[in-house]
C-alpha cells in the first residue's frame, strides 16, 4: 500500500538540533494527514504532531515552540525540525500516515533520537 521511510535520528546533547525525515511512497494519493509519533522505553507511543492536507499543523504542548513539521511535496517527505532538545525527547520516533479516520498500521523502524544531559 504505502510505504514511510524515516531518518535523521541520532546523538546530541541538551540544547541541540536534529532534523527527522519521511519519505512517502506507493498509494499516497489519498493521505489526509501526516504524522510524527515518539515512543520512550517503557512508555506508550505519543502523537508529537501532525500536519493536515492543507499544511495546518498542531503539536504536543511539550514540544510546541521547539518542535516544526514541515513538508516537501515535490520530494514526498515531510520533516521533524528539533530545536532546544531535553532529555525527556529521548524516544524512537516515527512518522505515519491517516488515510481515513485512523492511522497506517505499517509502522517502519523508527529513528532512534538520544538528547543527553
Known amino acids: 500500500q504505502v510505504q514511510l521511510v524515516d531518518s535523521g535520528g541520532g546523538l546530541v546533547q541538551t540544547g541541540g538540533s536534529l532534523r527527522l525525515s519521511c519519505v512517502a511512497s506507493?498509494?499516497?494519493?489519498?493521505?489526509?494527514?501526516m504524522g510524527w509519533f515518539r515512543q520512550a522505553p517503557g512508555k506508550q507511543r505519543d502523537l508529537v504532531g501532525f500536519?493536515?492536507?492543507?499544511?495546518?499543523?498542531n503539536y504536543l504542548n511539550s514540544v510546541k515552540g521547539r518542535f516544526t513539521i514541515s513538508r516537501d511535496n515535490a520530494k514526498n517527505t515531510m520533516y521533524l525540525q528539533m530545536n532546544s532538545l531535553k532529555p525527556e525527547d529521548t524516544a524512537v520516533y516515527y512518522c505515519n500516515a491517516m488515510f481515513g479516520a485512523t492511522w497506517y498500521e505499517g509502522w517502519g523502524q523508527g529513528t532512534q533520537v538520544t538528547v543527553s544531559s
Open positions: 500536519m493536515a492536507k492543507d499544511g495546518t499543523a
Open positions: 506507493g498509494s499516497i494519493a489519498d493521505i489526509r494527514v
